[in-house]
């Protein structure tokens, strides 16, 4: 998710301080991003059907979710940079409010109907510790730290755990940091600081934290990115196509995390090119239109696999990997459509009618408050 993915209805130019702002429209979609996106969603929803793994016993959906994340970084930096120049200042509560309508509702629209369902004790019955433990860490799930726990059966949303966490942290140090130079120091130190987790091998379930590396390489690519348009402009596509492949691949072959360094630039490079050398082709709104819903397809698509494997299995054809992955993308997709134009649209139009109430601050102080619960209760679990 990954949240795996960008939360606004519309894409923002991508904008530094020394960015002429009148080169993109912001209320315009980046085509290629939305393709990048979709790509990344199903590379999860396959290794939720079938664990394909690397070297290192890494699943492709976990490279697909790396990539969530250094979009994300990227997108959300260029979101805050953006407002940051037109009004002089960034407005931590108008973000909050934002944040919180586009992420809070549809991640309980779903995560309260699984833990229904798992608690009925109608569905996966034979796998019944899993079911346990999933329970369990509930509170962990509803206060956004499941990163911090290692629970199985909707362990999709550690992910929107750690993006959530991220998006409180990162307009407190752009706020507090002003040069670009210390956003970038403290960014780094941050990095360096999260690395023993990338070190971790796939069994450990905290290795999960690496991801903010991944979140991080997506900020300094959006705070760099006229830097590294003069670099890389030098360079023709293929070339910086075969840079990143170089960059994969040896982090594959060395069994390193899809969340570390290696990948992350790879990662990083691919979106470059998909912002400054994109073009739209209408054969490509399709895919474009996945990657646009990515967020509710992401949230689903873990149970709607769990249900999948389920009915296949009863009847003895969980083995049809190839019926299974057509199956689980076709309905994700359908529920995640479902949930955009039915659900998810609806409730970001209530942003400029809270923005500047009462209601509006409310909302700018969910997340905050439920992360402080979550550590309060993480803290009490350890101690």
């Known amino acids: 998710m990954p949240a795996a993915n960008e939360e606004r209805p519309t894409e923002p130019s991508h904008v530094s ?3 002429d702002l009148s080169a993109h429209d912001a209320s315009s979609r980046i085509q290629s991003l939305d393709c990048l996106r979709a790509i990344a969603c199903l590379l999860v929803i396959l290794s939720h059907t079938q664990k394909f793994t690397t070297p290192g016993n ?28 037109a009004d ?29 369902l798992l608690n009925s004790g109608s569905f996966l019955k034979n796998h019944i ?26 362990n999709h949303l550690w992910s929107i755990s750690i993006e959530e966490q991220f998006y409180c942290l990162l307009p407190l140090l752009l ?24 070190l971790l091998g796939s069994g450990d379930p905290h290795y999960c934290n690496a991801a903010f590396i991944a979140l ?21 596509t293929g070339i ?27 990662f990083a490079l691919i979106i470059w090119l998909a912002v400054t050398r994109g073009k739209n082709f209408s054969q490509m709104n399709s895919i474009a239109y996945v990657g646009k819903i990515s967020y509710g397809v992401y949230l689903v698509q873990m149970p709607i696999s769990l249900v999948t494997y389920w009915l296949m299995d009863k009847y003895g054809l969980a083995h049809f990997v190839p019926v299974t992955f057509a199956i689980n ?11 955009w134009e039915f659900f998810e649209k609806r409730i970001l139009s209530l942003r400029k009618v809270v923005e500047g109430k009462t209601v509006g601050l409310v909302l700018a102080s969910v997340t905050p408050i439920l992360l402080c619960l979550g550590a309060v209760l993480y803290a009490i679990k350890l101690f």
């Not at 994340?69 to 959300?76: A, D, E, P, T």
Request: charged share 10%; glycine share 8%.
């Open 129 to 154: 510790e899993v079911v346990m433990k999933t329970l369990s860490e509930l509170p962990a799930y509803a206060t956004f730290t499941h990163n911090l726990g290692d629970g199985i059966g909707i």
């Open 240 to 266: 910086i196509l075969v840079i990143s492949s170089a960059l994969f691949g040896v982090s594959m072959l060395a069994r390193l995390c899809p969340y570390g360094p290696l990948c992350s630039i790879a």
């Open 329 to 339: 993308v076709a309905v994700s997709v359908l529920v995640g459509a479902i949930s």
């Open 58 to 85: 890494w699943t492709i959906g976990a490279y697909g979710v790396g990539l969530f994340c250094v979009l994300s970084g990227y997108l959300i930096t260029s979101i805050l940079l953006k407002d940051e120049f």
């Open 175 to 198: 706020i507090t940091a002003t040069s670009t130079a210390l956003r970038q120091i403290v960014l780094a130190a941050f990095a360096l600081l999260l690395m023993p987790f990338a």
């Open 88 to 116: 002089g200042r960034i407005n931590l509560s108008k973000f909050l409010q934002r944040r919180c309508l586009r992420i809070v509702p549809a991640y309980f629209a779903v995560l309260i109907p699984c833990a229904v």
């Open 17 to 19: 301080p020394t960015t």
């Open 216 to 236: 991080i390489t997506g900020t300094l690519l959006a705070l760099n990115i006229a830097r590294a348009s003069n670099i890389l402009n030098r360079f023709h």
